[in-house]
C-alpha cells in the first residue's frame, strides 16, 4: 500500500512535469512530440495520484464529493483538454493561454491548502 507522503509526492512531481513539458510545447517554435507525449503520461499519473491521495484522507467515492475537489477535478480537466488544443488550433493563444494556466493553477493550490466548502 502506497502511503500518503509517497502519493503526495508523486503528485506534486507530475504537476511540475506537466506543466514544464506543456510550457516546452508553448514557448517552443517547432513541433515536439515527446514533450506532447511526457505531458499526456504525467497528466494520467497525476489523476492517479490525486485519486490515491483523496483516498488517504477518507474521501469516499460512493458519497459525494467535496466541492473544493469537484472544483480541483474541473480545473486539471481545463488544463490537460485545452492545452493541446489550444497549442494545434490557435497558435496564437499560445503565450496568452500559459499565462491562464498559471491562473487556473494558483486556483487549484487555494483550492487544496484551504479546502473551502462552497
Not at 505531458?39 to 494520467?44: D, H, L
Not at 489523476?47 to 486539471?76: C, D, F, N, Q, Y
Request: cysteine-free.
Amino acid at each position: 500500500m502506497i502511503s500518503y507522503e509517497n502519493y503526495k509526492m508523486i503528485h506534486v512531481l507530475m504537476v511540475v512535469i506537466m506543466f514544464s513539458f506543456f510550457a516546452v510545447q508553448i514557448f517552443s517554435s517547432e513541433k515536439v512530440k515527446k514533450a506532447a507525449m511526457w505531458s499526456g503520461i504525467a497528466s494520467v499519473l497525476l489523476l492517479v495520484s490525486g485519486m490515491g491521495l483523496l483516498a488517504r484522507i477518507g474521501v469516499s467515492h460512493t458519497e459525494g464529493w467535496p466541492s473544493w475537489v469537484i472544483i480541483k477535478m474541473i480545473a486539471w480537466a481545463l488544463i490537460v483538454i485545452a492545452t493541446p488544443m489550444i497549442i494545434k488550433r490557435a497558435p496564437s493563444f499560445k503565450g496568452k493561454w500559459f499565462g491562464v494556466m498559471i491562473l487556473i493553477l494558483l486556483t487549484i493550490l487555494y483550492m487544496v491548502q484551504y479546502k473551502p466548502e462552497l
